[in-house]
């Protein structure tokens, strides 16, 4: 699935860490959802898509 997790949070001037503190995960995790080596939940990917600001098929894209 691909993501724009490091873009979104690149353009906010975060941290991976700081993202995680916002969204309650670890920087490891945030690390491995930009990798794609990790699949976030349903509640965290809508999570990250709130603090974005964006509708989450604009953060998460299972069609690539």
Do not use: H, K
């Amino acid at each position: 699935m691909r993501n724009r997790v490091r873009e979104l949070r690149e353009q906010a001037g975060l941290s991976q860490a700081e993202l995680g503190a916002v969204v309650g995960v670890s920087r490891q995790t945030i690390n491995a959802i930009e990798r794609r080596r990790y699949l976030p939940s349903l509640p965290l990917a809508f999570q990250l898509a709130r603090f974005f600001d964006a509708p989450i098929e604009e953060v998460f894209d299972a069609e690539q």
